[in-house]
């Protein structure tokens, strides 16, 4: 599980922490949001900031940024919780192809370093809770 809460923090970057006010270049067309997956939940903001965190507390374990880049997602970590795994992954960015069908959203990996966060997105089936 904390494989999973780690690279979804990692996909969130959760990416999931720009201070840029204005979207980031392309994010227009990548779908922000609140998502979730079993207890995960990740957020995609739309001006590129991205936050994981549990569905049942609320409770954050993971912040970075996102944009979309030649039509891929670069997701970069910027922090996560001391029990997540893997500090080598922040600051590492990782390129994945979504795709969205209704109000679920997946992701496949294009390239990304980090082996936790690919586990966590690869895959997995997010559905928009907002």
Same mark, same amino acid.
């Given at each position: 599980?904390?494989?999973?809460?780690?690279?979804?923090?990692?996909?969130?970057? +959760?990416?999931?922490v720009?201070?840029?006010? +204005?979207?980031?270049?392309?994010? %227009?067309?990548?779908? %922000?949001?609140?998502y979730?997956?079993?207890d995960?939940?990740?957020?995609?903001? %739309?001006?590129g900031?991205?936050?994981? %965190?549990?569905?049942?507390?609320?409770?954050?374990?993971?912040?970075?940024?996102?944009?979309?880049?030649?039509?891929?997602?670069?997701?970069?970590?910027?922090?996560?919780?001391?029990?997540?795994?893997?500090?080598?992954?922040?600051?590492?960015?990782g390129?994945?192809?979504?795709?969205?069908?209704?109000?679920?959203?997946?992701?496949?990996?294009?390239?990304?370093?980090?082996a936790?966060?690919?586990?966590?997105?690869?895959?997995?089936?997010? +559905?928009?809770?907002?």
């Amino acid at each position: 599980m904390n494989t999973f809460r780690y690279v979804v923090a990692g996909l969130l970057a +959760t990416g999931l922490v720009a201070c840029a006010s +204005t979207p980031p270049s392309g994010a %227009a067309a990548f779908p %922000a949001g609140r998502y979730a997956s079993g207890d995960v939940l990740i957020a995609f903001s %739309a001006d590129g900031r991205t936050e994981g %965190a549990s569905r049942a507390t609320g409770e954050a374990w993971g912040r970075g940024r996102y944009r979309v880049e030649e039509g891929a997602l670069v997701i970069t970590d910027e922090w996560h919780a001391a029990d997540m795994p893997s500090p080598e992954c922040i600051e590492i960015p990782g390129r994945y192809r979504w795709a969205v069908s209704g109000n679920q959203l997946k992701f496949t990996v294009i390239e990304d370093p980090c082996a936790p966060r690919t586990q966590g997105m690869q895959g997995t089936t997010w +559905t928009r809770v907002d």
